[in-house]
């Protein structure tokens, strides 16, 4: 069984190089915590302080609109970062919700303790902008999908990127990550077995 501190290890060597001393000095502040189906880690209006690594389960990032419909910015699987960036940045109140879809476990680091050691330790800070880049790279992507592919060439390339997700996240949660309604998804998912 892997140790907290062989997973964080994992999950941010994976964006960049970092000395063992610096994973170390940072496993002070790390804390386990364990999340319900609907169990909020942050919720639009509070203000964002922690970041989140997945050990197990399954969290979505999303946007309420005024009407209250949901816009689903991601989804978070094991072994994966999460945590709204542009919240911890600004310290404003929180436009992101992220929620739990399954039983998880999280390791939550508080954003403050990680900004101090970007300001002390260059190999945080080149973390850092790594992961902000791997970020954008990730938006880029996702905005390219929007426009220049149909709906089910978005709902192929999210197959692609998000192996059995499909089957693990809730149908409307899918369809808003992909622009499209729960039955329009359904359709194209129906279409898409056919043809298999």
């Known amino acids: 069984m892997q140790t907290d501190l062989d997973i964080v ?11 063992e001393a610096s994973i ?19 919720r639009a209006g509070s203000v964002a302080t922690q970041a989140f690594i997945v050990v197990t389960g399954l969290l979505r990032e999303y946007h309420l609109d005024r009407e209250g419909r ?12 999460s945590g709204s960036l542009a919240d911890l940045i600004s310290q404003a109140p929180a436009i992101s ?6 039983p998880s476990t999280v390791l939550s680091i508080p954003w403050n303790a990680v ?8 190999h945080w800070q080149l ?8 970020l954008y790279g990730q938006k ?13 060439e978005r709902l192929q390339l999210f197959q692609q990127d998000f192996p059995g997700l499909l089957h693990r996240a809730p149908k409307h949660a899918i369809a808003s990550y992909l622009g499209i309604t729960p ?14």
Request: hydrophobic share 40%.
């Open 140 to 152: 880029v992507h996702r905005e390219h999908a929007y426009l220049t592919l149909t709906a089910a």
């Open 9 to 19: 290890r994992r999950v941010l060597l994976q964006a960049s190089p970092l000395p």
């Open 183 to 196: 039955v329009h998804l359904s359709r194209l998912s129906s279409a898409s077995r056919s043809t298999r």
């Open 24 to 42: 170390r000095a940072i496993m002070t502040h790390v804390s386990r915590v364990h999340v319900r189906p609907g169990e909020f880690l942050l």
């Open 70 to 81: 949901q816009a689903t910015r991601g989804f978070a699987l094991e072994g994966s970062l």
């Open 127 to 134: 973390l850092l902008r790594r992961i902000a880049e791997r």
């Open 115 to 122: 900004d101090q050691a970007a300001q002390s330790d260059g």
């Open 97 to 102: 919700h992220i929620e739990a879809i399954e």
